[in-house]
Structures are given as structure tokens and as C-alpha cells.
């Protein structure tokens, strides 16, 4: 039982660890440093921090998921959701990393949002971390806030209104259709070395990609959830 509950400690503070490490802008994952949320991409990248990389499109990554989190556990797939709606968050927590492909693939480009809107970090997919991390990630992230006239948004971290981003419709880095994207790279020394993208999966409910622009390949950080409800 000893042991049981020691592994249970492990796990959890891996959780804590990799949240801080994102979502304080770590650029240590992406460098040579493992995570098994990380995965990249087989094909040559289109992006970076380089202006001449813009606008390549990106062949859809999925043949390469090998971590953990990968449909193991007991995870619901897309299939297993018939065509019942996403209409919250919790749903996207239960999946696991190739069912969050899937999805947000079928789904369309989003709507910029409009004003304060919930989040939640989505890291470890399909794993027992999922939850414990997305709730230590609450403490220190609860979403963003879009700006529709200035096609900006903000998030809100610990409360406060830090790091903005560019908003515009680009190409998806992971399959090159439209999306919603929030750029950093010309908003935040922090942040410049991610983009976000999102497309919106149910009434209100965008799914979110968070990218690092390393070379020679784009990594996904991780996924996240919004929710832009009443």
C-alpha cells in the first residue's frame, strides 16, 4: 500500500512539474528534454521564429503518438461519444491524445470568442495525470480574455491579465486547415516562442493547441480547453 501511494506522489508531482514548466514559459521541453506530452512532427516544418517559414502546411502527426496517453486505461475514444455533443469541458478531460486529434480535426475554424472565457489545461491525455494537473493548472491559469476589437487576446494568470496575443484565422499547423490562431510572437518576450491554436468542438467549447516554434520541427506543449458560456 506504501508503495501504491508513493507512486501515486510520483505521479502527481510529474504533473505539478510539467504544469509549471508550460505554463511559466519554460523552454526546456522541446530542447532535449523528455516529457512524454511531446510529440512532433515527421515532415519538415513550415514555422519557426522565422518570418520565411510562415504558412507551410503540416502533415497531421498521429502516426508518431507512442507515449503514454495514447488510448491505454480505459480512455473514451471519439467513436464511443456517438454523436452526443461536447458541451463541457470535463468531456475533453476524459479523452485521450489520438481521440483530441480526431475531434478537433473535424471540427471547423472557430469564431474569435468574445470576452472572459474559462480554461483548462489538458496535459497527460487519456492518462490518471489528466485531472490532478489540470487542477493544480487552475490555481494558476483560468483562461483568457478576448478583445474583438482589437483582435487581441489576454490571459489570466493568478487571476491577473498578462500575456496578450495576437488573434487572426490561419492554417492549423497540425493539418493545415483554417483555425483560430493566438500568436505571441510579436506580444510577448515570455511567450514568443508559442502559438496557440483553436477551433470550437461544441456550443461555446474550443479545443485548444499549444505549439512551441522549435526547429527543425514545431512540438505540441500541450492541449487545452475553453469554454464560452454564460
Known amino acids: 500500500m506504501a508503495r501504491r501511494d508513493w507512486r501515486v506522489g510520483v505521479r502527481h508531482l510529474r504533473a505539478v512539474a510539467s504544469v509549471v514548466a508550460l505554463l511559466l514559459g519554460s523552454s526546456g521541453y522541446g530542447q532535449g528534454v523528455e516529457s512524454p506530452q511531446e510529440f512532433r512532427f515527421s515532415e519538415p516544418p513550415s514555422i519557426g521564429t522565422h518570418p520565411e517559414l510562415a504558412g507551410v502546411v503540416l502533415a497531421s502527426p498521429q502516426s508518431e503518438l507512442v507515449a503514454v496517453g495514447t488510448g491505454g486505461g480505459g480512455a473514451p475514444t471519439l467513436s464511443s ?4 455533443p461536447i458541451t463541457s469541458m470535463n468531456q475533453l478531460l476524459k479523452m485521450d491524445r489520438g481521440t483530441l486529434d480526431s475531434l478537433y480535426q473535424s471540427a471547423g475554424a472557430a469564431p474569435m470568442p468574445v470576452g472572459k472565457v474559462k480554461g483548462r489545461v489538458i496535459l497527460f491525455p487519456g492518462t490518471g495525470l489528466t485531472r490532478p494537473a489540470s487542477k493544480v493548472a487552475r490555481l494558476m491559469w483560468q483562461g483568457k ?14 487571476g491577473l491579465k498578462v500575456i496578450k496575443a495576437n488573434v487572426y484565422q490561419d492554417r492549423s499547423w497540425l493539418d493545415g486547415r483554417p483555425s483560430l490562431i493566438l500568436d505571441y510572437s510579436q506580444t510577448s518576450r515570455l511567450y514568443a516562442p508559442y502559438r496557440d491554436e483553436i477551433r470550437e468542438v461544441g456550443p461555446g467549447i474550443f479545443l485548444g493547441l499549444m505549439y512551441s516554434r522549435t526547429l527543425p520541427d514545431p512540438t505540441l506543449k500541450m492541449y487545452f480547453a475553453l469554454e464560452a458560456k454564460p
Do not use: D, L, T
Not at 461519444?81 to 452526443?84: L, R, S, T
Not at 480574455?145 to 493568478?158: D, G, H, L, P, T
Open 81 to 84: 461519444y456517438g454523436a452526443a
Open 145 to 158: 480574455i478576448f478583445k474583438n476589437e482589437q483582435s487581441m487576446a489576454v490571459n489570466r494568470f493568478f
